[in-house]
Every structure is written in structure tokens, then in C-alpha cells.
């Protein structure tokens, strides 16, 4: 076994692909390490700018939320550049979005250049390069008879096979991490903190069951195909299906087969839904004072600050209905897209970097607990709590011969002392949890493994070496 893997490993390093990979994972890793110091160091810098500007100016009436960026954004950067950087909070949990920055709707996205897309996209088709000849290869070359010739087993000839492909991958994948790890250490050790170590070599183990499967199939499709061109084309074909196709065609997928109204269809329910919920309650208020059934002016302004309120209510049930019909969608299309090893390695590396939906998913609900916090801080120092709308209504009525002006509540600005104002803070999620978010998609993957290695060792026990 050792001599199998001594000789196939040999191969490998003294290969062009061991070099070009060696020499594109340094370059890569190391521009990565670079591109994400420059990052980090400007969103967090807009982070406590951002933070520092709050405390100084706090509001009953409105505030804002912002998410700390994540120290493990180089392992995979999740699509946070996609995803509002902080919210402005309202009474009554009024959220509005802050836009991530500026977008190029005219160009596609580019693919942010962390680990989790290295090792997707380059170290896969490596291994897939190494692999897709160790068998068929060999049987063109006539060297494969000659091998099972001597006193060694078709089990332990494949096995030193498979491991020569891993440690020809894991070699210049540990030195492409370390090199990343140093450039970023130099600039921002904070950053390598004990635990976040503890996710590199998790990462680390995580890419390499990535790398496995391929190497499995390879060695599968090599024992089944005698030609090597052939083998080489299929799992081309496979690669790019995996890595881009079934990702890119999932949401597409999820939009066919989810019940969401477009924005336009919700444009034309909004109208109706004010008027049905909201002025429509208003106009009983008015009827109301006019027949005399309120009898002072406090009891036609509170009924209709209850109206308005109530009415508002529905109408942010409208908004959380849709909210939630497209979080499903996102969810449908996430599950369509684990039919790809490389989606099921994307969500296992964002679960255990701590990004991806889970953060957005997680900072939402920390607003959320916030929400109630900010509310009854208001509730205690001004009396109440009204909710902010991007509506207002005005109209009058007359009671008892004097014109009574109903108009929209708005929220009050507290003018007395607030350093007691409550902050927010931020739920970190444990290793522990990210591998509790990231199981199913680490068991995939392993699943895979399971599946392709028993088919490759059936495979090869069966193939004709003539």
C-alpha cells in the first residue's frame, strides 16, 4: 500500500497540474487574504462610524441597527454584499432596509474571491484533472495488467490511488490557507482569534470531503469508460453542471413552483387594502362624531388614532405575508440547489463561517427582541407607543359646533434624559451551532462519499484490465 501511494503521489507532484494548481492556489490565497484586509478594514470602519453616530444622537422616534461585519468573511463570504448592512427600526417593528451599496444592474454579479469558491471551483476541476485517467489511463497504457500482475489487490490498488489524489490536492490547498492566514494575521490578528482557528480547521476538513467525492467519481468513471477523453468529458460535463447549472437554475425553479405575487401585483392590492383597512375605519370615526356618539374631542381623536392604528396593523400584516412567501421561495430554491455537491459544500462552509441566509436570519431576530426592548423604553418615557407609516390622512369632523381636526398620530421625540437609552447588540453563534446549521449539508456530503466510493470499489472489481 505504501509503495501504491508513494509512486502514485510521485506522479502527481512531478505533474504540470500539481504546478499550475501550487502556483494559481498561492496566487489566489494570497490575493484573497489581501482583498478581504481591505474589506473588513472599511466595513468595519463604516460599522463603528455608523454605531458611534447613533449613541450620540438617540431617538424615541426612529433608530437604526447595524450588523458588525463577520471576521470569517474570507472563508465564505455568503452573499452579504447582497443583503441590507443594518436597519432603520421604527416603533412597532417598522423596518427599513439600508441598502448593502451600490449595484451594477447592467453587469453580472463577479463571485467573491474566498475559500469556499477556490476550493468549489479550482481544486475540484484539479482533482478531477488528476483523477480522470487512473484507471483508464493506465488500461490504455497496458501498465494496469501489469500492476494487477503482481501479488497486490484491486481494493488496496484503488485505495493508494484515491489517497495519492487527496494529498496531491491537500498539499497545495494547506499551503494556499496558511499563506491566507499569514497575510491576514499580519494586518488584522485580531482577526485570528482561537475559535475562528478552530473553523479554519474545520474548513479545512470540510473541503477536503469536498474534493473526495470528486476524486471518487473520477476514479468511478475512469473504471466504467475504457477511454480517457471520454471520462474527462463526462465529468467536465458533471463539474459544470454541479458548480453552475443546477445553482444558477434554482431560483428560477423556486419562482415556477412558489405562490408569490409579483411587485406589481402587490402594487395594485396595497390601494385597495389602505382604503378597506385603514381610511375606510377613518370614515366611520367621522360618522361617528357626526351622529354624536362620541361626546368630546379627546374620544374622536383617540378613536381615531385606534383606527388609523388598527388599520395600520393590517396593512403591515400585507408586507409580513409577502416577507414570508418570499423567505419560502429563497428556502425552496436553496432546497432544489443541495441536488449540487457544490451548493451542499457553499451552505456547510457559510454554517461553520457563521454567513450566509442563517446570519441574515439571525440578525433579523436579534432586531426583532430589540424591538420589544425599544418599544417599552418609549412606552415608559413618552406615555405610548405609535407606529411609523409611510401614510397620513387628514379630515375633520364637527362635534357640538366646533370643527375637530383627525389627522395621522406620529411618534413623539422624548425630551428628557436618555442614558438610559437600551443598545443592541448582536447574537455570535458558537461553532457547535453553525454544525448544527450546517448537518444536513455535511451529511450530503458525506452521503455523496458513501454512495460514489462504494460504486468506484464495485466498479474497479469488475473491470477488464485486458
Do not use: C
Amino acid at each position: 500500500m505504501k509503495t501504491i501511494i508513494r509512486k502514485e503521489l510521485l506522479d502527481h507532484l512531478r505533474s504540470v497540474q500539481f504546478a499550475v494548481l501550487l502556483a494559481a492556489g498561492i496566487v489566489l490565497f494570497a490575493a484573497n487574504g489581501l482583498v478581504f484586509v481591505q474589506q473588513y478594514t472599511r466595513l468595519n470602519a463604516e460599522y463603528r462610524l455608523h454605531v458611534a453616530q447613533e449613541e450620540q444622537h438617540p431617538s424615541t422616534i426612529g433608530t437604526s441597527l447595524y450588523r458588525s461585519p463577520n471576521p470569517l468573511l474570507f472563508m465564505a463570504e455568503g452573499g452579504g454584499k447582497s443583503v441590507p448592512q443594518g436597519y432603520g427600526l421604527s416603533p412597532k417593528l417598522t423596518l427599513s432596509p439600508y441598502p448593502s451599496g451600490t449595484v451594477n444592474f447592467k453587469m453580472p454579479d463577479i463571485p467573491e474571491l474566498d475559500w469556499s469558491f477556490i476550493v468549489k471551483i479550482v481544486f475540484s476541476l484539479y482533482v478531477i484533472l488528476l483523477g480522470f485517467e487512473a484507471v483508464s489511463g493506465e488500461k490504455e497504457r497496458g501498465t494496469l495488467r501489469l500492476v494487477l500482475s503482481n501479488p497486490v489487490g484491486r481494493l488496496k490498488l484503488l485505495t493508494g490511488k484515491y489517497l495519492a489524489i487527496m494529498a496531491s490536492a491537500a498539499i497545495p490547498l494547506a499551503a494556499g490557507l496558511l499563506i491566507s492566514f499569514i497575510v491576514t494575521g499580519v494586518f488584522l490578528p485580531a482577526v485570528m482569534g482561537p475559535q475562528n482557528l478552530v473553523r479554519i480547521a474545520f474548513f479545512f476538513s470540510l473541503a477536503l470531503v469536498y474534493l473526495s467525492l470528486f476524486a471518487f467519481l473520477s476514479l468511478l468513471l475512469s473504471s466504467l469508460i475504457p477511454r480517457s477523453s471520454l471520462v474527462l468529458l463526462v465529468l467536465l460535463a458533471f463539474w459544470i453542471f454541479s458548480a453552475f447549472f443546477i445553482p444558477d437554475t434554482s431560483s428560477i425553479l423556486a419562482q415556477r413552483f412558489s405562490k408569490v405575487p409579483s411587485e406589481y401585483a402587490m402594487a395594485k392590492l396595497l390601494g385597495p387594502t389602505m382604503q378597506k383597512e385603514v381610511f375606510n375605519r377613518i370614515d366611520k370615526v367621522v360618522e361617528r362624531v357626526q351622529k354624536g356618539e362620541l361626546k368630546t374631542e379627546k374620544d374622536a381623536l383617540e378613536e381615531s388614532d385606534r383606527a388609523f392604528e388598527e388599520g395600520q396593523d393590517s396593512v403591515r400584516k400585507l408586507y409580513d405575508d409577502y416577507d414570508n412567501a418570499m423567505r419560502e421561495r429563497a428556502d425552496l430554491a436553496q432546497r432544489i440547489s443541495r441536488a449540487s455537491p457544490a451548493a451542499l459544500f457553499q451552505y456547510a462552509a457559510e454554517a461553520v463561517s457563521g454567513t450566509g441566509p442563517s446570519a441574515e436570519s439571525r440578525f433579523l431576530r436579534d432586531v426583532r427582541n430589540y424591538s420589544r426592548t425599544y418599544d417599552a423604553y418609549i412606552l415608559k418615557k413618552v406615555g405610548k407607543v405609535v407606529g411609523t407609516s409611510p401614510w397620513s390622512f387628514s379630515t375633520g369632523a364637527t362635534l357640538n359646533g366646533k370643527y375637530i381636526n383627525l389627522q395621522s398620530p406620529f411618534p413623539q421625540e422624548y425630551s428628557g434624559d436618555k442614558s438610559d437609552f437600551p443598545k443592541f447588540s448582536e447574537s455570535r453563534p458558537s461553532l457547535v451551532d453553525g454544525l448544527h446549521n450546517g448537518l444536513w449539508d455535511i451529511a450530503g456530503l458525506l452521503v455523496w462519499n458513501i454512495l460514489l466510493a462504494g460504486l468506484a470499489f464495485s466498479a474497479f472489481l469488475r473491470t477488464d484490465v485486458r
